[in-house]
């Protein structure tokens, strides 16, 4: 939905059927797009936010307030769902931020619990804001759980109710079923409190937990999970426009609601009005009911009795329905995620057998259990990744692939050497060319292909030996 068209019809939307909260999910997806508010040049790019999280996160952990943590995987062009405005970087979800998952004390020792500090649980978490009285911890209590700051950004990632999530302006401790991110400094937790709520997060998450009975979605794969980045200055402009519109759905919802009501009421009234004026109305002593009902009078026997005429219908008569058979199990991944998941199974392998390469690949896509249409729907892939020189087929077995520098162009490997250097870090050249090696399938650097990077280099250079996160430039 164009910006425009959402402003000019605001009122005119709401009164659709489910209209304000669609109406509130076309404003979070326009903000997660950076489509809600105009761009200004003069900001500091998201690159700069990044640089200062990296220093920040150095200083805590030197003061042993955090843990050294692995670096994350950089973000594939492919995982990039949309184009975001100039200045706006794509990261994971655990780069801007300490994530961790709730833990509950053992509910047999009752000094666990008491009133020292709230306990949150998924039914405490609302639209509108998080319920702190339900349960609490005693100080014995906190030391067995965990404690999360205020300010925080809790997510429920098991269950039903999973995607639930809303920010605490307290410190709290909550259960194994919520996953929590404290946003580093110069990120704002409002901002991504609204991010998180938005559509596209939520199909991340769903898609993300693997489709049992019971939806999990672990730590690991949530902070996984891409989310762009603004600038600094324009995360304030977001918030305050996102507020501003929420503001007005919450009064076309009141006043929707109050609408309705006065016409349930009027209903009401007329049915009364009505029933009271009825010539044949019960006594008080029978059985009243609430139903309009028809007057019965009494026959005359000197007049026949009008022939009933029936009509038959001449629409069609609806054929018997049948059980609806249940659809075809999907892998629920993408072309670029099943070609990813190939690359990564087969990397160091030789000889493996089809079997083998697809379970590995299902455990790769976190699928659980390998369903016959799930198996084909994989083993057709097998082509394709042979034509990309993913693997390769020898006999009845597969091994890794041997691609060669021709196989891609210049803009595709701009775009992938944006990905390897979009963390914020520095990273010497001979580094990032062996990470992007790595990345396409290489098994060695070739004299061709570290010549073809080198000159690449020359066009996203920013300082000496040193890279770092270039805009986009396109064709070399």
Not at 54 to 70: F, P, S
Request: with cysteine; aromatic share 8%.
């Amino acid at each position: 939905m164009r910006t425009d068209i959402l402003f000019e019809n605001f009122e005119m939307l709401a009164d659709a059927p489910n209209g304000v909260p669609k109406l509130r999910q076309a404003i979070l997806q326009l903000a997660v797009q950076g489509k809600l508010v105009p761009q200004d040049s003069s900001d500091e790019p998201a690159a700069l936010v990044l640089e200062r999280i990296a220093k920040e996160k150095a200083r805590l952990v030197k003061k042993g307030k955090i843990k050294r943590t692995k670096l994350l995987p950089a973000i594939d062009f492919d995982e990039m769902p949309c184009e975001v405005p100039t200045g706006w970087e794509w990261v994971r979800l655990g780069s801007i931020g300490i994530t961790q998952t709730g833990t509950t004390p053992p509910k047999a020792d009752k000094k666990n619990f008491g009133n020292y500090i709230p306990f949150i649980k998924p039914g405490d978490i609302t639209a509108n804001s998080v319920r702190y009285n339900n349960e609490a911890l005693s100080k014995i209590g906190l030391e067995k759980g965990r404690l999360i700051e205020k300010n925080s950004i809790l997510m429920v990632c098991i269950g039903g109710s999973i995607g639930k999530v809303n920010f605490i302006e307290r410190d709290c401790s909550c259960n194994q079923q919520i996953n929590a991110l404290k946003p580093y400094a110069n990120i704002s937790h409002k901002l991504f409190n609204y991010f998180l709520r938005s559509t596209y997060f939520q199909n991340e998450v769903a898609n993300r937990a693997p489709q049992t009975t019971l939806p999990i979605l672990s730590k690991g794969r949530w902070e996984l999970i891409p989310i762009p980045l603004p600038p600094e200055a324009e995360q304030k402009r977001i918030i305050s426009k996102v507020d501003q519109l929420m503001t007005l759905c919450d009064e076309l919802e009141t006043k929707l609601t109050k609408s309705q009501n006065d016409c349930d009421d009027l209903l009401s009234a007329i049915i009364n009005s009505i029933e009271n004026g009825k010539p044949d109305r019960q006594s008080n002593k029978g059985p009243k009911s609430n139903t309009l009902h028809t007057v019965k009078t009494e026959k005359d026997p000197g007049v026949p009795e009008p022939v009933k005429e029936t009509f038959k219908s001449s629409a069609p008569k609806k054929p018997p329905s049948k059980r609806k058979k249940f659809p075809k199990p999907q892998t629920r991944y993408e072309k670029a995620d099943i070609l990813r998941a190939y690359r990564k199974a087969i990397y160091g392998q030789n000889d493996i057998d089809e079997l083998t390469l697809v379970r590995s690949v299902s455990r790769y896509l976190g699928i659980i259990r390998l369903s016959k249409p799930i198996q084909d729907e994989l083993k057709s892939y097998i082509r394709t990744a042979i034509s990309r020189k993913i693997i390769v087929r020898n006999g009845d077995g597969f091994s890794a692939g041997t691609p060669t520098i021709q196989h891609y162009d210049d803009d595709y490997l701009v775009k992938t050497l944006r990905c390897q250097i979009q963390s914020g870090y520095e990273y010497p050249r001979d580094y990032l060319i062996n990470e992007v090696a790595r990345y396409l399938g290489f098994g060695r650097i070739s004299d061709a292909f570290s010549e073809r990077m080198k000159t690449i280099f020359r066009v996203v250079v920013r300082r000496g030996q040193l890279y770092r996160n270039g805009s986009y430039v396109g064709k070399v």
